[in-house]
T-cell receptor, first 110, second 115 residues
Framework: AQRVTQPEKLLSVFKGAPVELKCNYS??????LFWYVQYSRQRLQLLLR??SRESIKGFTADLNKGETSFHLKKPFAQEEDSAMYYC????????????FGAGTRLAVHP | DVKVTQSSRYLVKRTGEKVFLECVQD?????MFWYRQDPGLGLRLIYF???????EKGDIPEGYSVSREKKERFSLILESASTNQTSMYLC??????????????FGEGSRLTVL
């Protein structure tokens, strides 16, 4: 069965420190992976997707098929990065359904 | 800007009550979804709809039903609310399309407390 695992419930770092939010997935085909973010009092929104290979707000994520991982990284965390981050996998059944991980709360301290 | 609007931000209901959660999107999206968001569990799909009057069960449909009579509106119904349905409910919509997977646009959420 397809699954997304985010092993950390909370990641706490200081401003300027590097950040890596871990995401592992189980999927037998060619996965489509995403990171969604929810800032305090805001709606959940797309941060980035692996096929775009973009850097959004300084974040990048590389799909590693060998390790079945899609970790989210940023070299220098900012306080405004504090949010809830969800890794998601496209459901092979289509219809744009997503399978979400449990989420990781990132807290960036001054 | 895509707008997904959930009519009720906060609801408090009693066990056994019937509960309606309404969601409206204004971008002519074909697909609409209801997710449940719980700490430590992430988002779990309850139901989705890919067209008017069409609905499919998600991963946790038990105790829920849905209605999509118009393209822009997708309702989640709890026939007889129970305390274990206390949660945050998120509605989302997306364009139809098989690949690449389209972006999901979310509402602000409806926090339901069942006493």
């Amino acid at each position: 069965a397809q699954r997304v695992t985010q092993p950390e419930k909370l990641l706490s770092v200081f401003k300027g420190a590097p950040v890596e939010l871990k995401c592992n997935y189980s999927y037998s085909g060619s996965p489509e992976l995403f990171w969604y973010v929810q800032y305090s009092r805001q709606r959940l929104q797309l941060l980035l997707r692996h096929i775009s290979r973009e850097s959004i707000k300084g974040f990048t994520a590389d799909l590693n098929k060998g390790e079945t991982s899609f970790h989210l990284k940023k070299p220098f965390a900012q306080e405004e990065d504090s949010a809830m981050y969800y890794c998601a996998l496209s459901d092979p059944g289509g219809y744009n359904k997503l399978i979400f991980g449990a989420g990781t709360r990132l807290a960036v301290h001054p | 800007d895509v707008k997904v609007t959930q009519s009720s931000r906060y609801l408090v209901k009693r066990t056994g009550e019937k509960v309606f959660l309404e969601c409206v999107q204004d971008m002519d999206h074909e697909n609409m979804f209801w997710y449940r968001q719980d700490p430590g569990l992430g988002l779990r799909l309850i139901y989705f709809s890919y067209d008017v009057k069409m609905k499919e069960k998600g991963d946790i449909p038990e105790g829920y039903s849905v209605s999509r009579e118009k393209k822009e509106r997708f309702s989640l119904i709890l026939e007889s609310a129970s305390t274990n349905q206390t949660s945050m409910y998120l509605c989302a919509s997306s364009l139809r399309g098989r690949w690449p997977t389209g972006e999901l646009f979310f509402g602000e959420g409806s926090r339901l407390t069942v006493l």
